[in-house]
């Protein structure tokens, strides 16, 4: 297999409802997406960078830079024996993981389709629908958010994540497991915004029986997040520490985390996102599905991933209409809490060409 050449084409999407997290709000997304041509077929990747580096230190207009000048051309005249070689014949490029994720997910699409495989059997998937959560933005009173926590029950979702913050972290936890009882599955998410001095005021969560709290410290900070769980019962689930399968046998063995999120295009894409799926097994350590707010292309393949048997946590792998009005594809809806697992080869979903050309704002071809 060659590649041929890239599209790279940018959307804009607006979200049904602002997205506001410890690290800024969100009201519409600017996204990037990759077409990968081969000699043989082509395939859709879908890359999670943010327009600013706020979340991780990639944002979209540095993530298509690095593909343009480097990624892409990397690939120029080279013979794969499949989208697997990507990242080691890329491995002298660092860092650059939601870009590389995109390229590889392209490729890996494109491969897979002129096999007539799917992602799921590809990557091991042992279930045809997954269970889902739905990641729950700081809101500007309790009142919105138990309203919004009830809209979201009332669809059926099977597990609710508090995005908090120093100032909306106790309260709101508090309000949403009175109103909603004991047998809520329910977690919470600071998103970096807390220190270890804080460990005292994070200690006041675990009366509340939370699955787990996500990514309080810094990403760097995988000792501060081991004493912390030293000084507080929720289990610790790190998000955005985890760039690798090395990087997640490392905060394990240190005691940094009981349970991982995995986004892939966080840890360079889906091959990796598998192998912190299998270290995370070997060690006993839950894992569940992470999302950045994705079209229903990045959707396909995260609820593809989230079928393999360590997933044993619900995902933040939502239906289309929690995040948009008129997904590019056909809409992923939700069936009694759960989303299914696409069959078709490769992610098993095309961009609808007419609603793709509405929201596309440029586009441009890098041909090999
Ligand atoms: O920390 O999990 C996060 C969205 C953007 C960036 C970071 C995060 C999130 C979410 C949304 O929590 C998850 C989703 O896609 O529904
Ligand atoms: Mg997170």
């Known amino acids: 297999m060659k590649l041929t050449g890239v599209e ?12 506001r997290t410890s690290f800024g709000t969100q009201t519409s997304r600017d996204i990037l997406l990759l077409r990968a041509v081969t000699d043989q077929s082509e395939g859709w990747g879908e890359c999670v960078a943010l327009p600013s580096p706020v979340y991780s230190p990639e944002y979209i207009d540095g993530a298509a830079d690095v593909l343009r000048r480097f990624l892409i051309p990397g690939l120029a005249g080279v ?25 590889e997910t392209a490729v890996l699409d494109a491969e897979l389709r002129s096999e007539e495989r799917s992602f799921a059997r590809e990557l091991g998937a042992v ?9 729950v933005g700081i809101m500007s009173s309790v009142p919105a958010l138990l ?14 994540k508090l995005k908090i913050e120093p100032g909306w972290d106790v309260e709101p936890v508090r309000a949403v497991r009175e109103r909603f009882g004991d047998a809520l599955l329910l977690q919470v998410d600071a998103n970096t915004a807390y220190r270890l001095a804080d ?11 939370l699955l787990l709290i996500e990514q309080p410290l810094p990403e760097e900070d995988i000792l501060g997040h081991a ?3 030293q000084r507080i019962s929720t289990p610790i689930c790190l998000d ?7 990087s997640a046998a490392a905060a ?41 707010l994705e079209t229903g292309l990045g959707r396909a393949a995260n609820v593809a991933l989230a079928a393999l048997p360590g997933f044993t946590l619900p995902g933040d792998t939502s239906s289309s209409r929690r995040y948009y009005e008129d997904d590019i594809t056909e809409p992923f809806v939700l069936d009694e809490g759960h989303l299914a697992v696409p069959q078709g080869p490769g992610l098993g979903v095309l961009p609808r060409p007419d609603r793709l050309a509405e929201v596309t704002t440029s586009t441009e071809w890098i041909a090999l």
């Open 8 to 19: 790279m084409r940018r959307i804009a999407m607006p979200l049904v409802s602002p997205f």
């Open 79 to 103: 013979e794969l024996a499949g989208a697997h070689q990507i990242a080691e014949r890329l491995s002298g490029f660092l860092g650059h993981r939601m870009a590389l994720a995109a390229l």
């Open 127 to 135: 279930h045809d629908r997954v269970p889902c959560g739905v990641s």
């Open 147 to 160: 309203e919004a926590v009830e809209g979201y029950l009332a669809e059926g979702y099977l597990r609710i």
């Open 199 to 209: 460990a005292r005021h994070l200690a006041r969560l675990d009366p509340f029986d």
């Open 227 to 229: 004493d912390l769980q």
């Open 240 to 246: 955005e520490s985890i760039t690798s399968a090395q």
């Open 252 to 292: 394990i063995r240190l005691g940094a985390c009981q349970i991982v999120n995995i986004k892939p295009g966080r840890v360079g894409g889906y091959l990796e996102a598998r192998r912190i799926h299998d270290v995370c097994v070997a060690q006993g350590v839950p894992v569940w599905c992470g999302g950045m």
